[in-house]
Every structure is written in C-alpha cells, then in structure tokens.
C-alpha cells in the first residue's frame, strides 16, 4: 500500500473515531470531572464499544490522549501517563505542558515538573490549574513567596471561590497535608 493510502486511510480512521473515544466517565480532564484511569497499560476508553482498546497515537486525537494521559497521573500512574503524553502530534500545548509537568513532579523530578509548568504558563497566563500546580510544586520546594505569587495570579483568574485556588491555598497553609 503507498504512503499517501496509508494515510488517507489512517486519517478516515482518526475521523470515524475521533468523536467517539473518550474517558469512562465522559469525559473532561483538566480537572473538571473525573475520569476513568482503569484500563490496562497501553489502552484507552472507548466509550463507543463500552471497553479499553490499544493507544494508537497516530489515531486519537490529541484530547484524547492528553485527558487520559491526565487520568492516569492522578491514578498514580505517572510513568504510563509520560508515555502517553508521548504520542501527541502537538506535545507543545499548555495543557500537556501542565499534564507533564505534574506526571513529572510527582515523579519526584521537581526542578524539571516546574520547568515545564512554567512553559505551559507562558503559552496560557490565564490557565489557573497549572498555576495551581505551579504553586504546590514552589510550596513542595519550600519557596512559600513564590506560592503565594501563583496563588494572586489564580485569584485575578477565577478569584478566592474556584477549586484552584483553594486547592494552592490548603496547601500553602498546611504543607505537610500534600
């Protein structure tokens, strides 16, 4: 089969499925529901067939993987969540920056997890979950001043009430709990 087939046909593919792959729960992951984190190393949700089938990066759309790869972070997966973030066409986006970011930090890799924090904050100013994480990783490395700095930034965002800022909050405020 020639090239060009090949991806016309990959491409079709994406389009057929795109749509309907998505997370157990329905969805999100920027934190804003929770997602389904449950299937086997090197698959995701389905949520047309109602099952876990074989990551093919150069068939999901990125979303998709990018809300997984965010998913199995906050199952504690980190290494399959980097991994993931791996086959995005565009790993370069705020939000993948963020999700990296994270998986990277609760890997232990502080210094680096900020780095990318801090790229994903200059390609999106207003994204206040990264700013969170950008914070609880500065109160994790013991800088409180700079925490706080997150934290006003989060407030001129989405002000004292959004999740994100009280989440930065309880943990500047007690930072033995994160």
């Known amino acids: 089969m020639r090239p060009a087939t090949i991806f016309a046909a990959a491409f079709a593919l994406s389009l057929g499925l795109g749509p309907t792959l998505a997370l157990a729960d329905g969805?999100?992951?920027g934190g804003g529901g929770g997602t389904n984190a449950d299937c086997p190393r090197g698959e995701v949700y389905d949520s047309r067939s109602h099952k876990c089938v074989r990551q093919q990066g150069s068939v999901l759309p990125d979303k998709v993987l990018s809300d997984y790869a965010y998913a199995l972070a906050k199952a504690e997966r980190y290494d399959e969540a980097l991994t993931t973030l791996d086959l995005l066409r565009n790993p370069s986006t705020a939000e993948a920056l963020n999700y990296r970011g994270y998986?990277?930090?609760k890997l232990g890799r502080l210094d680096e997890g900020i780095g990318y924090y801090l790229k994903s904050v200059a390609l999106a100013p207003r994204y206040a979950q990264v700013r969170e994480y950008l914070g609880e990783a500065y109160v994790t490395k013991g800088d409180k001043a700079a925490a706080e700095a997150q934290l006003?930034?989060?407030?001129?965002i989405c002000g004292t009430n959004c999740e994100q800022y009280k989440h930065l909050a309880e943990a500047i405020a007690a930072p033995s709990k994160m």
């Open 27 to 29: 969805g999100g992951g």
């Open 152 to 156: 006003q930034a989060i407030q001129g």
């Open 103 to 105: 998986a990277t930090r």
